[in-house]
């Protein structure tokens, strides 16, 4: 199970003092090792354990995401966190905020939030994988800002499926998934949405040389083997 790592090098305290200071210190930091690993024991911190490799996966609606993760799972073995199927989901179980991120839905506009941070960090904190793809995540810069906050931990890749509108717009009203958000009304909504608020998060990552970016058209193979160098080049390999 993957959990946030609690470094013990905060128990360490600097020796740049005297002989005796010294000594003092290192006592005070057996000490200190001694009551830390008493308290892991007791379950109050959490163990040191490896970072997960995060992947976030961006693009428009209908630019591919979903179909690409799919492939990603299979050849590399991630486990795929979708936003929008955490979320659908909570709509699904009539959980007290269903209504309210069903009407956020419909409208195409975006979910609060600590709301999407708290369902992708149970599903992270649940599973024994820390390979993650994170699919429609993070949307806005608020969703960036809150999963630093929250997860604090950073992507190490930033996919984004680059599809022109016109294609995105065919491929969804196509997708015959039932979904509330799949008309041409609300498709015309996140576009805006994506172009407002999605694209300056991608950009962030473009100047932090994270963002690997992909011409999503062609067809899924095509597409996929843009991707699958970028894992390769990671020395992620296939899954076993
Ligand atoms: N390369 C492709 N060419 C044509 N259709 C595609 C391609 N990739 C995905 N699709 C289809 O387009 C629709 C949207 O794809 P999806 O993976 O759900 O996108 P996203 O998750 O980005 O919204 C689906 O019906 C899917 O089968
Ligand atoms: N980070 C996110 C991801 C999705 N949502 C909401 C708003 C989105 O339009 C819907 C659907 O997202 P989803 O990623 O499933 O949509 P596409 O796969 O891009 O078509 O969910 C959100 O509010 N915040
Ligand atoms: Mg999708």
Request: glycine share 6%; aromatic share 8%; proline share 4%.
């Amino acid at each position: 199970m993957w959990r946030r790592v609690v470094s013990l090098s905060s128990f360490i305290s600097s020796s740049r003092t005297s002989f005796v200071a010294q000594t003092a210190s290192r006592l005070n930091t057996c000490e200190s090792l001694t009551t830390g690993i008493a308290q892991q024991a007791k379950g109050v911190i959490a163990p040191k354990e490896k970072t997960p490799f995060i992947t976030f996966v961006l693009g428009g609606p209908g630019s591919g995401k979903g179909t690409q993760c799919i492939k990603i799972v299979e050849t590399f073995g991630f486990t795929h966190l979708s936003a929008g199927d955490l979320l659908r989901r909570e709509i699904a179980s009539n959980s007290a905020d269903g209504a309210m991120i069903l009407n956020t839905i419909k409208e195409g506009k975006i979910v609060p939030s600590q709301v999407t941070v708290k369902l992708i960090q149970k599903d992270m904190e649940s599973s024994d994988n820390d390979k993650f793809l994170i699919d429609g995540f993070p949307r806005t810069e608020e969703n960036r800002v809150s999963f630093d906050q929250i997860i604090s931990v950073e992507p190490n890749v930033v996919l984004f499926f680059d599809c022109p509108e016109e294609e995105m717009v065919k491929r969804v009203l196509n997708r015959n998934q039932g979904r509330v958000d799949d008309n041409l009304e609300t498709i015309k909504k996140r576009l805006q949405v994506f172009e407002a608020l999605s694209l300056p998060v991608i950009n962030y990552y473009s100047q932090r040389g994270k963002l690997y970016t992909i011409k999503a058209i062609g067809t899924e193979d095509e597409i996929f083997e843009q991707v699958r160098p970028i894992f390769t080049a990671f020395e992620l390999h296939a899954a076993g």
